[in-house]
Nanobody, 113 residues
């Protein structure tokens, strides 16, 4: 059974940083395009970043310059490094294999003063 477990969320002040992790089980991410998404209260889920099996990554314009996506295939894990966090970044963050219908439980990120 394919599962993704996100972790690393928490409460942080504006301008702060968090590092999220997503570990896959029952599934090897090494050849997969992995994505990060988020869903803020009352809003639709939105795409945040994509990490290719190789070295390229791409992030949404709303987080460009602040968020960095990466992966460690040896740990079957993808990461989302977030800095200069803003109130608008408050959301539940999820990872997913691109095109899959499987979602993890997500990890809550709350940016508040």
């Amino acid at each position: 059974q394919v599962q993704f477990v996100e972790s690393g969320g928490g409460l942080v002040q504006p301008g702060g940083s968090l590092n999220l992790s997503c570990t896959g089980s029952g599934f090897s991410i090494s050849d997969a395009i992995m994505t990060w998404h988020r869903q803020a209260p009352g809003k639709a889920r939105e795409w945040v970043a994509t990490v290719s099996p190789g070295t390229w990554t791409i992030v949404a314009d709303s987080v460009k310059g602040r968020f960095t996506a990466s992966r460690d295939n040896t740990k079957n894990t993808v990461y989302l490094q977030m800095k200069s966090l803003e109130l608008e970044d408050t959301a539940v963050y999820y990872c997913q294999e691109a095109g899959s219908t499987t979602w993890g439980q997500g990890t809550q990120v709350t940016v508040s003063s």
